[in-house]
């Protein structure tokens, strides 16, 4: 059986669960008002009792069948960190564009979680949590080296659809009140939480209980709209320009849901890895199949290293670090960025960008002006 395979069967066998549950009460009721007239022999009874040993062995299978693989790490208050007021949460958005961290936009991160519970998702890629060293490093950073008080710190360990459809895990993103994904391998990001409870805990975060969410490195990969998600491998900027329609340049959609972050794709790494063209050539991709996503304009978001841009949930953004965060538009019509799947000639008038450490930009309007 496939992992999808597996995945689809959890609702059966939620109902199967819940038959068991009222069969297994109406036996018992029919045991204790009958047994004296109906069974009379010890051997019919002890029949019974083991028929409601195989009920409770399939109840202990669904749950080890739910949590497989499940290893996390925590800090802090094990419990469920309760807001008297959720509205003073205000969601926002961390894209951190990989190596050194920068204390003053995780500072900035935590403050929004008004002092609950911080979810760290470690990407685990198809591997054993202990083959990774210092799978907990952010419990230590968030909890208590940056001064600020938050109640928990908890990392996931993600190695498996099985995990991210997991009501557990599922229950602990619900209730969290800032939620990180570290670096890694965007796709298994992508591979292991789209259509899954896990995503669709995230909806909830999101959209409804209006929670922080960050991620550095693939974990900001994933944050836009869409996303390069590395399916095949990643892929360098004289293949991507050469032809947004190689096999190794796939996109996909929505993993995430933040409304500020519509018709985005993000990108990391950015100079240190020369990233500036295949952002481009993705943001053309994006575009030219746009008639099937009904807008006409895209944008990009490229960070460097070491820089991390944090944009709060009104669109205003502010770059931290010690490089440069990159801020993409384009403004011609669309045919004029892709032709025949080939990226065609670009002019400064096509693409608007704006970097800059340390200042403000207001990401909505549609001109990104700065803010002092």
């Known amino acids: 059986m496939s992992m999808m395979d597996e995945i689809n069967t959890l609702p059966l066998l939620d109902m199967l669960c819940l038959i068991m549950v009222y069969f297994k009460i109406l036996t018992y009721f029919c045991i204790e008002k009958y047994a004296p007239t109906l069974f009379k022999t010890v051997i019919l009874r002890l029949k019974f009792r083991?028929?409601?040993?195989?009920?409770?062995?399939?109840?202990?299978?669904?749950?080890?069948?739910?949590?497989?693989?499940?290893?996390?790490?925590?800090?802090?208050?094990?419990?469920?960190?309760?807001?008297?007021?959720?509205?003073?949460l205000?969601?926002?958005?961390?894209?951190?564009?990989?190596?050194?961290?920068?204390?003053?936009?995780?500072r900035w991160?935590?403050?929004?979680?008004?002092?609950?519970?911080v979810i760290v998702i470690r990407d685990g890629k198809e591997e054993n949590y202990d083959?990774?060293?210092?799978?907990?490093?952010?419990?230590?950073?968030?909890?208590?080296?940056?001064?600020?008080?938050?109640?928990s710190v908890e990392t996931i360990f993600l190695n498996s659809r099985t995990v991210a459809d997991s009501s557990e895990v599922a229950r602990k993103i619900r209730q969290a009140e800032a939620i990180f994904?570290?670096?890694g391998d965007q796709w298994y990001y992508y591979k292991y939480i789209d259509n899954t409870r896990f995503q669709d805990a995230l909806d909830y975060a999101i959209e409804v209980k209006k929670v922080v969410v960050g991620g550095t490195s693939a974990g900001c990969a994933i944050q836009g709209e869409?996303?390069?998600?590395?399916?095949?491998?990643?892929?360098?900027t004289s293949e991507a320009l050469a032809d947004p329609y190689d096999a190794k340049?796939?996109?996909?959609?929505?993993?995430?849901?933040?409304?500020?972050?519509?018709?985005?794709?993000?990108?990391?790494?950015?100079n240190e890895r020369g990233r500036q063209g295949r952002h481009i050539a993705f943001m053309a991709r994006v575009l030219k199949d746009s008639l099937d996503y009904n807008f006409s304009i895209v944008r990009?978001?490229?960070?460097?290293?070491?820089?991390?841009?944090?944009?709060?949930?009104?669109?205003?953004?502010?770059?931290?670090?010690?490089?440069?965060a990159y801020f993409l538009q384009q403004n011609s019509q669309q045919e004029a960025m892709v032709e025949s799947g080939i990226l065609c000639t670009l002019t400064k008038e096509d693409i608007l960008a704006i970097w800059h450490r340390n200042k403000k930009i207001n990401w909505v309007n549609r001109q990104l002006n700065y803010f002092t």
């Open 249 to 270: 340049l796939t996109i996909g959609r929505n993993l995430l849901r933040h409304t500020i972050l519509k018709n985005t794709i993000t990108d990391t790494h950015y």
């Open 131 to 151: 083959d990774y060293p210092n799978n907990d490093a952010y419990n230590k950073y968030f909890y208590s080296d940056l001064g600020v008080q938050v109640d």
């Open 181 to 183: 994904f570290t670096g």
């Open 300 to 324: 990009g978001i490229g960070v460097d290293e070491q820089t991390v841009v944090c944009i709060e949930s009104s669109g205003l953004a502010r770059v931290f670090g010690n490089r440069d």
């Open 90 to 106: 205000d969601g926002g958005v961390l894209l951190a564009g990989g190596s050194t961290d920068q204390d003053e936009a995780y």
């Open 226 to 236: 869409f996303v390069f998600t590395a399916e095949v491998d990643s892929i360098i």
């Open 50 to 88: 083991f028929f409601f040993l195989q009920i409770e062995h399939t109840f202990a299978l669904k749950h080890l069948y739910l949590c497989a693989d499940y290893h996390s790490w925590i800090v802090g208050n094990p419990g469920d960190f309760k807001l008297a007021d959720e509205s003073v």
């Open 109 to 117: 991160f935590l403050t929004r979680a008004r002092g609950g519970d």
